[in-house]
């Protein structure tokens, strides 16, 4: 049974520095990792997707990589900013349409 | 990105009424699922959907839910008896896309009183 658990659970960073959030899964049979953006009380944005065969997908100042051998995956958040003060959960798929089985969250607050 | 619209996107209800929850796919796609997160929670797996049965459910859905995709559109999760614990945001995705990821709707927070 896929088991992802993230770390740190709550991270407060001032603003300008770069920051890395981990996720690791218990199963690496999986066919993708997907980052996810949640605001308080709002919904979930898809931030990146990384496929089982590639190391990392970038978007910006966001940058997520994927070590299924190991089973973890990071997600790089560059020259952070207030805006992005959130909850960021990571999500292991087994096919590709399987459930996703979410980590319980990093809560990201980034000081002005 | 696909788009997925859920309706309400605030129900308040008493215990013990029934509540159907709605979630419109832009596209015609096959696969749906729910998802439920009660506040500070994780975000856990309800039911999936496919081709208009389901094809997996979770220990969660028990015989109080169920789903159904009444007029080949919209896509419904029904509880039929709400009880307390049932208070949370409930989130409909579509996936089964070629790359596989799942794409969520804004969701509707349910508040059983």
């Known amino acids: 049974k896929q088991e992802v658990t993230q770390i740190p659970a709550a991270l407060s960073v001032p603003e300008g520095e770069n920051l890395v959030l981990n996720c690791s899964f218990t199963d690496s049979a999986i066919y993708n990792l997907q980052w996810f953006r949640q605001d308080p009380g709002k919904g979930l944005t898809s931030l990146l997707l990384?496929?089982?065969?590639?190391r990392e997908q970038t978007s910006g100042r966001l940058n997520a990589s994927l070590d299924k051998s190991s089973g973890r995956s990071t997600l790089y958040i560059a020259a952070s900013q207030p805006g992005d003060s959130a909850t960021y959960l990571c999500?292991?798929?087994?096919?590709?349409?399987?459930?996703?089985?979410f980590g319980p969250g990093t809560s990201l607050s980034v000081i002005p | 990105e696909p788009e997925v619209t859920q309706t309400p996107s605030h129900q308040v209800t008493q215990m013990g009424q029934e509540v159907i929850l709605r979630c419109v796919p832009i596209s015609n796609h096959l696969y749906f699922y729910w998802y439920r997160q009660i506040l500070g929670q994780k975000v856990e797996f309800l039911v999936s959907?496919?081709?208009?049965?389901?094809?997996?459910k979770s220990e969660i859905f028990d015989d109080q839910f169920s789903v159904e995709r009444p007029d080949g559109s919209n896509f419904t999760l029904k509880i039929r008896s709400t009880k307390l614990e049932d208070s949370a945001m409930y989130f409909c995705?579509?996936?089964?896309?070629?790359?596989?990821?799942?794409?969520f709707g804004p969701g509707t927070r349910l508040t059983v009183l």
């Open positions: 959907f496919y081709n208009n049965e389901i094809s997996e």
């Open positions: 995705a579509r996936g089964g896309l070629a790359g596989g990821g799942q794409f």
């Open positions: 990384i496929q089982s065969s590639q």
């Open positions: 999500a292991a798929l087994k096919t590709s349409y399987d459930k996703v089985i």
